[in-house]
């Protein structure tokens, strides 16, 4: 491999600096290898680029370029990279504890974090089982579903994420290919159309109905067509969708949903995978609307971004009255997992975490907007917290996708030094929770330049 090139520590370098086109030789050369080693379907989703190092909002590549970070690692890296207050309590956990199965042993950490969760979560939540990740999280809290219920089908929205297990896939919709091979082998789920107000397939809400359409969709026809209520078990939904691209519900949904569910005793599972921990300017995003699930999962952020965690907290009703399904794996809930979380936790309580994101959402509404009325081909901009996507269009009218203009301009911001996110249908660009304000701005400014560079 050819040597690698002096370098300045992180710290004393321009934030973006691109020295050669990435991938540059260096990149290029590890990618080539890798390629014959690895299974194939392992894409650099985000850059044809290598990892050096990462500090803050910065990642350095192997061949010098530093870029921008606004991924921060798929949304789970909240308060950015080698983080010391982080990063210490977890490795002077895995020095005192070294590795346990929480399942089997429990650890001194494993109830001060889950009084810490449940005394930050919404108020019905009573009680918390343990999971190694989000996927995780999900898989466990449809079993809990569907055991607490005693009924099969559970409802997901077009749009969602919710993992790549069997179970996780076949439940999410977010891209037929995620799910493509699986969807048989895994029965027992229903899509119906997420709230998203700018493609919504239904019109207003019906004269009355429940005041919103995709419920008065669910009730009018699925439930009186389709599927006997008494057979769902409830419903899992993202209370904003973060990987589908930043779909926001209307308060008028969520009442409406919240009714349905307590007409005929469904459970409402929020996925905030990636929605918690801070990411829409709540500590969890159901805050927004006041809505009290029965289960909430959990993962990425709770971690810090220093080590993988998740957890599925629920009501006494959803996880409280069987202790006959098991659940989770051996890693779950590892000592230095469990520290990484109450530092993380101590951290959103000791500075204004919130605050920022909240700074973040005005400079991106800002910014972002600014740029919708710049150039035709932006068919909507949508902001929740320091979730930002940008969707593109062939055609405002039609709303046609333009998803090859999309990719475009997720080259031309790498060219400039951004890395953002352009695997699905909107350019999404989520950065850690702490991102000043004028490195948005600064973002954002790429953005504009490379949608100019190629329209
Ligand atoms: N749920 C949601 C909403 C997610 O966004 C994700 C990951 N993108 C998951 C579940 C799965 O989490 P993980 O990949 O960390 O296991």
Known sequence: MTSAPPRAPLEERRIPDVVVPPPGPRSREI?????????PGLSEELAPL??????????????????????????????????????????????????????????????PLAERLLSIAPRNLSRVDIA?????????????????????????????????????????????????????????????????????????????????????????????????????????????????????????????LEELCREFGWLLCADEVKSGFGRTGTMFAVEHW????????????????????????????????????????????????????????????????????KAIEAAAVEGLGSLKEKYDVIGDIRVKGAYLSVEFVKDRETKERAPELQDAVARACLERGLIADSSTTSYNIQPSLVTPVEVIRQAVEIVDDAIASVV
């Open 50 to 111: 290598v990892v050096h190092r990462k500090l803050g909002y910065a990642v350095e590549d192997v061949d010098g370029n530093v870029f921008l970070d606004m991924a921060s690692a798929s949304a789970s890296v909240p308060l950015g990279a080698g983080r010391e207050d982080l990063l210490a309590p977890a490795i002077e956990a895995l020095r005192r504890y070294g590795n346990e199965d929480s399942h089997a042993l429990p650890s001194e950490l494993m109830l």
């Open 132 to 256: 190694l990740n989000g996927t995780e999280a999900v898989e466990i809290a449809l079993k809990f579903m569907r055991r607490a219920t005693g009924r099969q089908i559970v409802i997901g929205f077009f749009g969602q994420y919710h993992g790549e297990s069997t179970t996780t896939a076949t439940l999410g919709a977010e891209r037929r290919d995620i799910s493509k091979g699986l969807r048989q082998l895994s029965p027992g789920f229903l899509h119906v159309p997420y709230p998203n107000a700018y493609r919504s397939p239904f019109g207003s809400p019906r004269p009355g109905g429940t005041g919103d359409a995709t419920v008065d969709y669910l009730r009018d026809q699925v439930l009186f067509h389709a599927v006997d209520p008494e057979e769902v078990a409830g419903v899992i939904i993202e209370p904003v969708v973060g990987s589908g691209g930043t779909l926001v519900p209307s308060e008028a949904f969520w009442r409406a």
């Open 290 to 357: 006041n809505v009290e699930p029965d289960l909430m999962c959990l993962g990425k952020a709770m971690g810090g971004g220093v080590m993988p965690i998740g957890a599925v907290l629920g009501s006494e009703r959803a996880i409280g009255g069987f202790d006959d399904v098991p659940t989770g794996s051996t890693w779950a809930w590892l000592p230095g997992s469990c520290a990484a979380a109450l530092a993380t936790l101590d951290a959103f309580e000791r500075d204004d975490v919130l605050g920022n994101v």
């Open 31 to 39: 990618l080539e290898r890798q390629e014959k080693l690895l299974y």
